[in-house]
């Protein structure tokens, strides 16, 4: 192993952690070897769930941490908690280079705040952002902001558009980024001030990144024409959290017509493989990996909910965001 | 039949019009017979179709309009067509009393314009406002502004809360109206200050026709806890038609996975019914009708794509909003 890249894991954060998490190493581990993990949390409760998996030595450290945030904890007070934290550790290790990215399953503002306490701004970048994975008809979509800035600028908006064609990029190599922005008309007249000054400054200025494809409504976002959907935070949360919770009405819906008569039990069996074909292609711990993008190192935060399979998605995240040198990316192509 | 109610349609505007809206006033009239409907429109082309429908003289008057508002007409430059199109005098007998309430499958822009422009805002309220119906799972919200205003204040968000509730107690007489205003959390310090500001108002000054439940994400729209959802229709609009294009992503994706295979095409024709149950619970032409209020006089818009059904729907829209005095329920409760 030469060279392996560095994932610092925050092991205590979220649900059913770290049993998740070292679940989570394992399934990922297997799939990709050169890979080292420093692994932050209670020694005494990891060290037994590591044994029961593929693991060696020579794939991980575990740098044993007393005190861990809740997701109770409000980010003021999760900071306050300081340096003993597995969360603020894991973050030091990529402030020190001990790590090349660092992921964790919990507190999401704590996060945010302790990131930014601990690393640096990419020069050039005023605003981190908040980005995810979001299913189209082609693949996948850039979303961002998700809600790390409830108002945003031209300026903003410009560097999301770059910030997410780097990481669509860095995930989906052979693909082009081409970005939208979310707008409540496909005229260029609709839109609030901010809005239209960032169509005309990313229809001036070309960024050899990605192409600008104009305004793009809500009920598109899902079409496949574009890949890098950008808006402010306060907007994109609403978004994203409302298709979340269509999704759930629609197959809560479903399963209750398919299990309302007997009919309906036989032949939902005999579709079973069907519809988990289908189940598969929404399975949200298949994008699970939110992305902050502005700091001068990748931090990603996985659902607090999601099980162990969700988990090792977002070490494969990680795992992306640095083979697709997604921070350098960033860098060269700020305008 | 004694003083029916009179509703003013707009013959000429949406797809397939007026085939389709002689239609949906012939399923309107079957079910709700103490209707009288004064149609606007080319009555070469209208009187052949009502001929072959249930109605009678007594039911229903063509006023014979020589011009008509296309889809891709600006809303000013509709405006300026003027007087002698259908759109324009159906909303002008609103305005002079010859009809209770309207309705268009037109232009919606041109709609907004030549409504503003017949009829007067209802007294302290300073803005209107674009409602529909959307499901959740123990009935309908009604979620208010759908793209009316860019830009809120806290006394319009403050008045759409009023607003929604007394349509939703118009339209759903035995349910209590819950409003909620949409935000990115559900602690009381996330959102913009206009959000918050509005929370302490609606929190001090209870109004009778409505209970005040707080924040809503938008995972929670559909749970059914709240029936009333308010923001601003940038943000309506952004959620309205995120959750539209989720829906037909994910019926996209069924189908194409129940047709997947042999299997799958057999088990979905045994499960036809269910689906078709299932398929009827989310059809949106039950929710068609989408509702201006703070004008002095209910003006509803029909989806420009909808079928008879559809139109139908809109219609009977019209007629619970007059037999519900939604005009009265406002002004009654304003504070």
């Avoid at 992305?291 to 190192?297: A, F, S, W």
Wanted: some cysteine; hydrophobic content about 40%; glycine content about 8%.
């Amino acid at each position: 192993m030469i060279n392996p890249i560095k994932i610092a894991v925050d092991a205590m954060g979220g649900e059913n952690s770290p049993n998740k998490v070292i679940k989570g190493i394992d399934i990922h581990y297997s799939k990709s070897k050169e890979v080292f993990y420093n692994i932050f949390g209670d020694e005494n409760i990891i060290i037994p769930l590591i044994k029961k998996t593929k693991l060696t030595n020579k794939n991980f450290k575990i740098i044993n941490t007393k005190n861990s945030i809740k997701d109770t904890d409000s980010p003021l007070s999760a900071a306050k908690k300081g340096k003993d934290t597995s969360m603020w550790l894991s973050l030091e290790s990529l402030k020190n280079n001990d790590s090349d990215a660092m992921v964790s399953a919990g507190n999401t503002g704590a996060l945010f705040v302790i990131a930014k306490l601990n690393l640096n701004m990419i020069e050039k970048i005023d605003k981190p952002a908040l980005s995810a994975l979001w299913p189209n008809k082609n693949g996948m979509n850039i979303v961002l902001d998700l809600g790390a800035n409830i108002e945003c600028n031209e300026k903003n908006l410009v560097d999301f558009s770059l910030m997410g064609s780097a990481l669509h990029k860095s995930l989906f190599e052979n693909e082009d980024s081409r970005v939208a922005l979310l707008n409540i008309g496909s005229e260029e007249l609709k839109g609030n001030n901010t809005i239209k000054n960032t169509y005309q400054i990313l229809s001036e200025k070309k960024n050899p990144l990605f192409e600008f494809k104009g305004y793009i409504e809500g009920n598109h976002i899902m079409d496949g024409n574009v890949n890098v959907i950008v808006t402010d935070g306060f907007t994109g949360n609403i978004a994203l959290k409302t298709a979340e919770g269509t999704a759930n009405f629609i197959s809560s819906e479903l399963k209750k017509a398919l299990n309302s008569s007997f009919i309906g039990k036989i032949s939902s069996l005999m579709n079973l493989k069907n519809l988990k074909k289908f189940k598969s292609k929404l399975d949200p711990r298949l994008y699970n990996g939110a992305i902050l993008l502005g700091l001068d190192k990748p931090v990603i935060k996985s659902h607090g909910s999601t099980d162990e399979l969700g988990f090792a998605n977002s070490l494969n995240v990680c795992e992306k965001t640095i083979r697709g040198n997604l921070i350098d990316k960033i860098k060269k192509n700020i305008i």
